[in-house]
Each structure stands twice: as C-alpha cells, then as structure tokens.
C-alpha cells in the first residue's frame, strides 16, 4: 500500500525536500535526512504506508528492526557517535519509519532532546554523496 502524497511512498520531490535515498533493505529504506547538524542523521522507513509498528506481523517487526539494527551500525562505524538516539514520530505523515540520530559529547544538542529539524546545517551535493558513500561501505 503507498500514499501518492508521502514521501517515503513516492520519492522524488516530496522526498526530496528533506532526505536522500541511500539504498533500500530488507523491509525498509534507508534514507540520509538532509538536515545535518547530528552528522550521520538517517531514516529507516517501512516498505509500505502503515502508520503503526502493531501493524505490521511479527515477522516483518522483527525484519524492520533489524534493518533499523544495520543501519545504525553502519552509522556507528562511519560517524563513531557517542549515543545513537532513536525517534519514531508521524503524527502527521503516519509512514512507519524511525530517526537515527548521532549525538556527539561535544557536538549540538548533547544532553538534550533533538530538534526534528533545526534548519541549521545543510550540505553540498557532494558532502552529501560523501556521507552517503560512507554510510554504504559500512552496510
């Protein structure tokens, strides 16, 4: 099931306007939120347009997590954060998908809850690929 108006569903320019596709998992999608003051920020979005983790079997759960578990080893490995937080919202877009966000000792918003998106800290087209590179080669 997709929603023509999201875009986890769609890609392209509703996607655009805050991530870029990294590559897509087992159940999920893993994409670089553009807004970059945590370095490393990604999303794992569900495959299909559900609003709730209770929606989803078991075993598809079980695969979502483990594809939110992949990614945040890669993001572990590439950024070497010191927490790794973990935020599921939509109370709008109601796409199933988590935040992965790196928080770093010394860096913004340590000790604090993240901004969702603080519009402080966007990259060039090729820090992006940079990041994005980074991120695939620790998959």
Known sequence: MKDPKCGY??????LAAFGIKICDL??????????????GRCIVA??????????ISDEERSAFFADV???AKAI??????????YGAYGDTGCHLH???VPKYRDGY?????FAMNPGEKYLTEAEYAEMIEK????L
């Open 9 to 14: 569903c769609v890609g392209g320019e509703p």
């Open 26 to 39: 087992s159940v999920s999608q893993l994409i670089l939120f553009k807004e970059q003051s945590h370095p």
């Open 46 to 55: 569900y495959k299909d347009h559900v609003s709730e983790i209770v929606n």
């Open 69 to 71: 578990n992949r990614a």
């Open 76 to 85: 572990h490995a590439a950024f070497h954060p010191d927490k790794l937080n």
């Open 98 to 100: 988590f935040h992965l």
């Open 109 to 113: 918003e340590w000790g604090g809850v």
């Open 135 to 138: 991120i695939k080669r620790e």
